[in-house]
Structures are given as C-alpha cells and as structure tokens.
T-cell receptor, first 115, second 115 residues
Framework: AQSVTQLGSHVSVSEGALVLLRCNYS??????LFWYVQYPNQGLQLLLK??????LVKGINGFEAEFKKSETSFHLTKPSAHMSDAAEYFC?????????????FGTGTRLTVIP | ETGVTQTPRHLVMGMTNKKSLKCEQH?????MYWYKQSAKKPLELMFV???????ENNSVPSRFSPECPNSSHLFLHLHTLQPEDSALYLC??????????????FGPGTRLTVL
C-alpha cells in the first residue's frame, strides 16, 4: 500500500521568502510523485511530477521538487513566494506498475503568503 | 469548452432527493475518476473507469451510483444521501496508456450540501 504524509497543514511565509512544503511517502515499489495546487473554488492543477530520470523536477510558477529516495521525500520549494501562491497544495503518490490510474493523496498544506 | 467541466457547481439536496452530477472531458482521455474531498481528509478515490469499464470501486456506499456512457462523460447519481456526504466532488480524467503513466486532469468540482 502507498501513503503520503504532508507535514504541516498550514504554512505561512512572507512575500519574497522561501517556500518549503514537505511531503514524505511510503511505497513498496518505485513511486510516481506529484504536486497539485488547488485555488479556492477550483479543482486541482498539476504543478509538477516525478516519474523516472532526473530527481530534481521543475514545474510551473517557479516551483520545483526533489525526489530523495533515501529519505522517501518529495519536498516542494520555491525561492521567492508571491501573493498569488496562496493556495492549498497536495502531494500524491502512485506507482510505476499501475501508472497514475490510482493516486494516493496527502491531506494538503494550506500556504498563506504575508505581504 | 476545454479541459474537464463539471455541472452543477453547487448543489443542495435533501436526504430523500435524487440528483445527478455530470462530468465531461474534452481532452480525448479514456480514463475518468470520481473523488470526494472533505475537510481535513485526503482526497478519497471513489470510482475509476477505464475505457468506459469500471475498474475501481473503493467501498463506496450504494447510494452513490456512477455511470459512464462513453469515454467523455461521467455521471454520479445520488439518492438518499446523508449529511456526512456533504463535500466537494471532483471529477478527473487521464490518458490511459498500455502499461504506462498518465497524469490526471481535474475539473472544478461540485460543492454538495445534504440537508
């Protein structure tokens, strides 16, 4: 079975500060990993994904994440927060055997950006 | 219309009502999903349809009845719901590749309130 843990249900940063959202996963097989963002009253939008290959993945809106197998982590970062980054962020895992047909999501982290 | 659309966006119903949620994808995908999003809980996968065939039913109560008439449309029929069924219901779609990976694209959701 697979699972995702997102540490911190709420994170606040100042505008221009580093954003770090934590995600740890559990998977018995090589994982596929995703970060999604959800703005108020909207569905989920894919930020970035890791499947195979390069462990540092770049996504939209200046976000990136690094797959660290030894730490079973896939933390999301952005060097400089913008007000428009305020949203809820979800980490998800699936596996290479089933593809993305079966995603397991974390409980989400709500990011607040302080002006 | 582009992407994944859902109607209605908001629905209020009594416990004895029968209603349906509709999802339509305009992406040429062949897998569709229903998720339930409740506060403080991870997204819960309810149903998966691959090529119009239901391949996943995660112990969902029978008061939720999915229907997938073709690869572009997905319905969720609701009857005799309970107040705890109030949530955001998200539809997603993806391109199912043979033995491969595809990412899921989400609709904006239907906010359901059961009185």
């Amino acid at each position: 079975a697979q699972s995702v843990t997102q540490l911190g249900s709420h994170v606040s940063v100042s505008e221009g500060a580093l954003v770090l959202l934590r995600c740890n996963y559990s998977s018995s097989v090589p994982p596929y990993l995703f970060w999604y963002v959800q703005y108020p009253n909207q569905g989920l939008q894919l930020l970035l994904k890791y499947t195979t290959g390069a462990t540092l993945v770049k996504g939209i809106n200046g976000f990136e994440a690094e797959f660290k197998k030894s730490e079973t982590s896939f933390h999301l970062t952005k060097p400089s927060a913008h007000m428009s980054d305020a949203a809820e962020y979800f980490c998800a895992v699936s596996d290479q055997q089933t593809g993305a047909n079966n995603l397991f999501f974390g409980t989400g982290t709500r990011l607040t950006v302080i002006p | 219309e582009t992407g994944v659309t859902q109607t209605p966006r908001h629905l209020v119903m009594g416990m004895t009502n029968k209603k349906s949620l509709k999802c339509e994808q305009h992406l040429g995908h062949n897998a569709m999903y229903w998720y339930k999003q409740s506060a403080k809980k991870p997204l819960e996968l309810m149903f998966v349809y691959n090529f119009k065939e239901q391949t996943e039913n995660n112990s969902v109560p029978s008061r939720f009845s999915p229907e997938c008439p073709n690869s572009s449309h997905l319905f969720l029929h609701l009857h005799t719901l309970q107040p705890e069924d109030s949530a955001l219901y998200l539809c997603a779609s993806s391109r199912r590749l043979a033995g491969g990976f595809d990412e899921q694209f989400f609709g904006p959701g239907t906010r359901l309130t059961v009185l």
